[in-house]
């Protein structure tokens, strides 16, 4: 019978051990009672022969053949002439047939009981299902003993379900609350700015409406963020593939943004091939890396170096982008690809930005049929790097 979940039996062989229990157990347990009943009506027997019968019975019992006659008359004398009656009225049949008459509610009994774990199990995830119906991920199933590995399987399996669930309830609700901050902010204050110019507090200028005009801007781009990663989440984020020299591509993206990065005394240092050809979305890759290389100059410009590297091969392209900033908690690398999360030190709100930066980065980087991963630099600070596959599959484009 074969072991799987964590030491326990199979279904097929927890169901077998049980049936196989109690019909060996039920026939074992019927011999004895006929052999115990032979027993005690020998030993009484035995009782009642005289001492020199008994030897004389005990020397034919041996070697009936040496006087068969004899034999026959003490067996008929002391244990009757039903002894070899081959009759099914015979007294030891009414015994074999009282005691299954009597092993059957035993039996009964027995199999319920050994099944009683696995209906208080299922009863038991049951309730926990109807809870969870019903709106609280909260609940576990508690995994009672004795039940086959496929039951159990399933409870750990259903516990993780509702782990995970209220782990996005959770997710969802700080989204909410953080998407509905996000929202407010260059509403409040475009909305403030107007309704001073209305009531004549500010005069409408040029300059006042410029200010509205960056926080309706500045809504634009986390409409249209929050916009890519729900495409991204439904499977719809479109990728327009190109064959491009992805190096010229960066060295481009690192043109772009230079003179913002020396007004923090940041530079770029750029090591790649001259040529890394690629199948990619020149947009979409582009924009990771102004998210990586706008977050480097915001969150790291103190260790003044954003160390940006193309490693290529025939398969993949690896964009390594590593800083010498403050870095992050270790516990927040798992976070920080989720949307509108910050690390509270080094990725505060006063440095700008929604927190929707390298969860667009994921998404573009999945729909790519690559991935982005975060790690701790060796010399400090953040290390990400990107591993895109050349070629991508048709069904992604």
Known sequence: MKLTHEGKLSLWGWISARILSLAIGTIVLIAFCMWLRFALWNFWVYQQ???????EFSLLQQNPEANWDRYVRLVEQYYGHTFINTSVATVDWLILLSLILVAIPII???????????????????????????????????????????????????NQMTHRLEQYEQKLRTSNVAMAHELRSPITAAMGRLQGILDGVFEPSAEHLQQVMRQLSSLNVLINDLHLLSLANAGQLTVLRQHINISQLIRERIDWLSPYAATKAMVFKFTSPAEVWGNVDPERIGQICLILMDNAVRYAADGGVLNIT?????????????????????????????????????????????????????????????????????????CFEINLPKVLPVSNC
Not at 49 to 55: A, D, G, S
Not at 128 to 149: E, L
Not at 347 to 368: D, F
């Open 49 to 55: 022969m005289p001492e020199t019968v008994r030897q």
């Open 108 to 158: 009964v009994w027995l199999g319920l009981y050994g099944i009683k774990p696995l209906a208080r199990q299922f009863i038991s995830l049951a309730r926990t299902a109807r809870t969870v119906a019903q709106g609280n991920f909260t609940v576990q199933c508690p995994q009672i003993d004795r039940i086959p590995s496929e039951l159990a399987g399933l409870v750990y399996d259903f």
């Open 310 to 382: 193309v490693i290529d091969d025939p398969v993949h392209i690896l964009l390594q982008f590593v800083d010498h900033g403050p870095g992050v908690d270790p516990a927040y690398l798992d976070e920080m690809f989720e949307p509108f999360s910050r690390e509270e030190v080094s990725r505060n709100r006063q440095s700008g930005g929604s927190g929707l930066g390298l969860s667009i980065a994921q998404a573009i980087c999945q729909a790519h049929g690559g991935e982005i991963l975060a790690s701790l630099s060796s010399q400090g600070g953040m």
